[in-house]
């Protein structure tokens, strides 16, 4: 566990996020998406990505967090899924960071919600927590919590 | 490279070879004399002998190799190619094709013992063989080859000087000269060669150009053969990269089949490429082009000639470009058609008939996805030609027939589709014993087969279960799957059509659409968002100013309807759909898409109609799979995405097609009413004020025609309409009649209600064949559960229900027609 790992980190609001750096494809600024209607609320709707069409997911939605405010800003964290690119919508983009084993604790029982099975834990920095986010769970947005009710 | 990827290139081109082998074999069979094909045979068995033993697939090159030892007889005309040596080949084909695909899932062999095979090949190798030399030439070629070529590319290498370099592009090397030709003649050949070399003073340049190894292995071989003359023809171009690739080449057993191979060699200029690459390569050039379009836009506002001069070229080069990357995806519908030849030969045999198997247009071009996707329907085609089109040799010997029959395959292209035709001199279809199946399968009425056109009873033999029946009866036609193929050919977009003479023959026509890719779609919009439909579902358009709008659409107990040309059209609004802004403001024209599902036409109301464009679907991520009434998303001309829509599944989600498909010819008053399900009904009085009902579905049109319009031809009320001579039933008569009671004066009876000026009358039936019933008084559409309250107590009702809280009889339309056509008969003899 001497290797540090990489994320790649973002916030939505004021808590800072982080996926595996080789995880992520590109940062991309937000653009106007089609919306998909009878889709899931968290999907947001298509962007084309040099002429790849990929789905957008506002993460925020999909984590249970309150709608980002009118005018906000946002941009795209364009993962690698089994099922091609996938892009996420952050609220701001951070640094990669490298972390050691030893930062990691599993998320506390009184973590509720649908967040909790979407979230696989965090590392200590010393100043924040660096929150992990399963990201096959993220994207599988068929299995979880479909519905929009 | 890897293990792997060796294996896998043996796959796929030992794949390719067995499909040459099985129509060389049959084309041979025919042409027992030929001998380049014999050349071609032992080549391709030798090749996938030597690459199975450098593989180390023993059984593989066990039988490859009795095989091969009989062909050499064959050559060596030391015994005479048979049909049981035919027969043998082409089973270690099938063999071979055995162990590949287990060599393709497990990795191994596999279990089967092809020793029995082995030796049944050995036993024809000795049989028939005028003297028994041991066959041990087998390794001549190749080593020959490998003799020939490699002093005189050392040569050429000596000579060479070590700061040029010499390029011999394979696409540009002209045909070999005659394998067998003096090698004197070889410098003859120098000229065209000669006009290939590139010089380049940098080998490290021309180093890193050069492509993976693997791709000299096939272009060594031609190489050093010429080298030779070249080198000493033009002392100032020499050395050649081919030299590193050499040992690869003399390595590879391929290497022993380039020189000799390309007799009618085409595949030489070919390439492998990753499908997917060229996936990607299409998506790039659709970017590019999106891109040239927002270039020449802005262009437009300079007026720097340089600037506008590149953006016209850029936009030529992108426009050849596209089409070319396009191209790539085409290929020879050969690929398919190559294995029929095989297929016709084992089923004529398996049915003790003669066949003669002609196909022409075998270098069509089509994309290659749908070439896969032709595959199966074609088989099926064929398959009913010689399984129940052509006679045996016996009957058509009766019939004044030659022995042999004759199918044909032709494929061409037509008005920007490929054309696919299989037609046989057989027995043709019967259509009388079509439709007597199809009425005892119960897929169409009796009824509605007497109304039918000669064309549209062909067509029965399309419907799903009309093959399910059992061929015991054995009526020499076709129908066995024929659903299947034309359920596969829709798929793909396209069509099928069948034309049969009793007695001559019938042809097989399908349409397929030359690529899948990029399809033509309509695009609407509607709740502010653009959406793509695929022409080939769309009818037509309508459109209705505002005024039209308000009368044109009607509500039917809810459910919105259209009156498109007397029939009633459906109709589905997309934003409803879709749940995008329910408000419709009123007072504002309406678009109209008439949409077929299958073959249920309904009407989809969209907000506006923008334009055709060409699109690629590209299919949804998983996020959205679920989602049935999108088939896919695509990239617009302005680089924006549109949502394609599934017509299909927009229908079974308006409900305008139940998720079954139910809906075949059958019509309503005889399928079992016992359903619950509702249905749209007609409830209308009769003169004595019983309350009748007819379906809806069936219901063409109401109308009032002045008495003064009827007329009368025979015994029977006749009435003009619409340019045609509309037949006029009286229900409340035509019951009388078929009870037996009033039938001494029609034309008494007939119109005993004077009273009124016009009588309403029920238009019925389809386009064809239609009725009008006079009935007493129209008294309402409603939509309600039909269930069976009472058998019928008089001919002319089907059954009894409760309707609204009335008895209401249900009418055998089918008996009044019947009725009147009897009543007109008897006073026409």
Known sequence: ?149 | MSNNEILREFLLETHENLGLLDSDLVKLEVNPGEKSTLAEIFRTFHSVKGTAGFMGLVKLQTVAHSAENLLSRLRAEEICFTPPIATALLRVVDAIREILSNVEATGGEGTGDYTALAAEVDRLRETGAADSKPSVVLQTPIANVINDGMPSARAALQAADDDRTLFVSKSLIAPPPEPQAPRSEGTTELAPAAALVLETPDVAAAADSVPAPRDFAALAAPAPDRSAPVAAALPVAAALPVADALPVAAALPVAGETPETRLGGVTDAAIRVDVGLLDKLMTLVGELVLARNQILQHSDTYEDSGLLGAVQRLNLLTTELQASVMKTRMQPIGNVLNKFPRIVRDLSLACGKKVRFDMEGRDTELDKSLIEAIRDPLTHMIRNAVDHGIEPPEVRRANGKPDEGRLRMLAFHEGGKVIIEVSDDGAGIDVMKVRDKAIAAKLITAEAAARMSRQELLRLVFLPGFSTTDRVTQFSGRGVGMDVVRTNMEKIGGAVEIESTLGEGTTVRTKIPLTLAIIPALIVSSGGERFAIPQASLLELVWLDPEQAQRGIEWLHGAPVYRLRGALLPLVFLDEQLQLSAARPEGVDINIVVLQADDRPFGLVVDAIRDTEEIVVKPLQKQLKGIAVFAGAAIMGDGRIALVLDIAGLAQQASVIAGAKNRTLTEEPDSSPAAEETQPLLLFATRGGGQMAIPLSQVARLEEFPRSNLEWLGENQVVQYRGDILLLIDVAEGMQHLAGRGAATPAASAAPDQSTETIPVVVYGSNEERVGLIVGRILDIVNEPVTVQARANRPGALFTSIVQDKVTEFVDVAALVRQAQRGAEPSTN
């Open chain 1, 1 to 149: 566990m001497a290797t540090p790992q990489q994320f790649c980190t973002f916030y939505l609001g004021e808590q800072c996020y982080g996926l595996d750096v080789l995880q992520v494809q590109e940062i991309v600024r937000s653009q106007p998406p089609t919306r998909v209607p009878l889709a899931p609320p968290m999907v947001l709707g298509l962007i084309n990505l040099r002429g790849q069409i990929v789905t957008a997911i506002d993460l925020r939605r999909r984590l249970g967090l309150p709608e980002r405010s009118e005018g906000g800003e946002s941009v795209n964290v364009v993962v690698q899924t089994d099922d091609g690119a996938v892009s996420l919508l952050v609220d701001e983009i951070g640094d990669v960071l490298g972390v050691t084993h030893q930062q990691f604790e599993r998320p506390p029982e009184t973590l509720r919600g649908v967040a909790r099975e979407l979230i696989r834990g965090a590392y200590k920095l010393p100043d924040r927590l660096l929150v992990i986010l399963d990201l096959e769970k993220i994207v599988s947005v068929t299995e979880t919590a479909n519905s929009p009710a």
